[in-house]
Nanobody, 122 residues
Framework: QVQLVESGGGLVQAGGSLRLSCAAS????????MGWFRQVPGKEREFVAR????????YVADSVKGRFTISRDNAKNTVYLQMNNLKAEDTAVYYC???????????????WGQGTQVTVSS
């Protein structure tokens, strides 16, 4: 089992920034990728970004490219999502998850955090 705890969400004005954190604990040795997804009520959970725990190679969705950056701190078992120039359409609950697959779809992710709300006012 892997436990994930997200933090850093909140209310921000359009154009502002937030940094989300996801701290992992438990059997993290089996984790290869950590990713961020987001979800709004009534819609599917959407891929945002993922990073290789070993190489640090990152992949970011086109919808947030140039505004969001994913990074990791292996010593702290923590992944970050730096979100800049936020827009109203970025409003969602953000979840981090772990995967052993490079696929950027929800079923490929095994463990999830509880989510953190991000609200962007326009």
């Amino acid at each position: 089992q892997v436990q994930l705890v997200e933090s850093g969400g909140g209310l921000v004005q359009a154009g502002g920034s937030l940094r989300l954190s996801c701290a992992a604990s438990g059997r993290t040795s089996s984790t290869i990728f950590m990713g961020w997804f987001r979800q709004v009520p009534g819609k599917e959970r959407e891929f945002v970004a993922r990073i290789s725990w070993i190489t640090g190679m990152a992949y970011v969705a086109d919808s947030v490219k140039g505004r969001f950056t994913i990074s990791r701190d292996n010593a702290k078992n923590t992944v970050y999502l730096q979100m800049n120039n936020l827009k109203a359409e970025d409003t969602a609950v953000y979840y981090c998850g772990t995967s052993r697959s490079p696929l950027i779809v929800r079923p490929a992710y095994e463990f999830w955090g509880q989510g953190t709300q991000v609200t962007v006012s326009s």
